[in-house]
């Protein structure tokens, strides 16, 4: 079989996003093609040694590679700026990956406090066990990122916007510290989209995203990426993924190819509706505490205008009554739909504290800026006006 690449060089983003990384076969298929094989075959015993010292290109096994992710992998990398990218079967295999990869025992992280539950799990409980200390900061705060560093310390890690709260930090000067000392910058750029804030560029060693929300965007497949330099990427995180193997479906892959064929459109609409939503919710006496990436109120709207080129597609409100006060809200909603999945083309709405965040404590929640009163409200491409109904019907008129 002859498999050819399509290049894709200096091309603008959004036709990267439909022909990069392209791999078509004699057959000269359209559309990607999906290659659902566990295994791949030799000429010879002597091809089958040489592919596994890397000395003859192809594929070998899938959960090393295979053709449909590495179509993923190569498009996403294209799409990022990033050298190189690898797949991974969900977002938190991705930055279990970026991270432990980076780590040995005896070696120190620092990560913002403000972070989905279970990436501080990764942080809090399972580096520990395996003799990686760390130690978490508030993340808008420089100088606290500054102090927290120690002689191993080998990483950073952080969510820009943070779930839920949209709290955002300044890629760049963290990025500057990291470099400064020595350590690996990680970035969760789920929130951000890799359409609206480019963390590479921003001097992040790491992107990792979970393909389940955005990317994907219409609620089938899990998935995860990170993206970096050749040399992080094709070096520790291959040999970790490939010696654990939290690989990617073929299937998944495939549909995530599709996917990202439209995600440009989807994310740009999705961002004019939560500009629509965000703006109504602000009116509301309901929500003494309404965080949108576009408002230009938000606490960190300069750093925002530098490092992000749009808003999120994600809305956090306060409601005033805490947790009953929020249920009821929630439980009246008919159109929007409770669930904690993000990203999605229809809109979806949860309530944190006893859902991402309920295996904390109501002190760290308050110190992570999650109330009881907190919702997250992820927009979709529903028309903005029916939106706003069902919400304000929800709120009681």
Partial sequence: MTIEAASTAGLHPETRLVHAGTLRSQFGETSEALFLTQGHVYDSAEQC???????????QYGRFSNP????????????????????????????TAALMSQVRAGDHVVAARALFGSCRYIIEDLLPRYGVASTLVDGTDLAAWRAAVQPNTKAFFLESPANPTLEVIDIAAVAGLAKEVGAKLVVDNVF????????????????????????????????????GSKELIEGEIQIFLRQTGPALSPFNAWVMLKALETLPLRIRQQAQNATAVAKWL???????????????????????????????????????G?????????????????????????????HPATTTHQRFTPEVRASMGVSDGLIRLSIGLEHADDLIADLRQALGG
Avoid: W
């Fill in 49 to 59: 040694e040489a592919r596994f010292l890397n000395k003859d290109p192809g594929f």
């Fill in 68 to 95: 449909t992710v590495s179509m993923l992998e190569q498009r996403m990398a294209a799409f990022e700026g990033a050298e190189s990218c690898r797949a991974t079967a969900t977002g938190m295999a991705a930055v």
């Fill in 192 to 227: 951000a989209t890799p359409l609206f804030q480019r963390p590479l560029e921003l001097g992040a060693d790491l992107v990792v995203y979970s393909a389940t929300k955005h990317i994907d965007g219409q609620g089938r497949c899990l998935g995860g990426l990170v993206l």
């Fill in 282 to 320: 602000k009116g509301r006496k309901e929500l003494p505490h309404v965080a949108f990436i576009g408002d230009p109120e938000h606490p960190q709207a300069k750093i925002i205008a530098k490092q992000m080129s749009g808003p999120s597609t994600l809305i956090a409100f306060e409601v005033a």
């Fill in 322 to 350: 805490g947790k009953e006060a929020a249920f009821r809200f929630l439980n009246k909603l008919r159109l929007i739909r409770i669930s904690n999945n993000l990203g999605d083309a229809k809109s979806l709405i949860v």
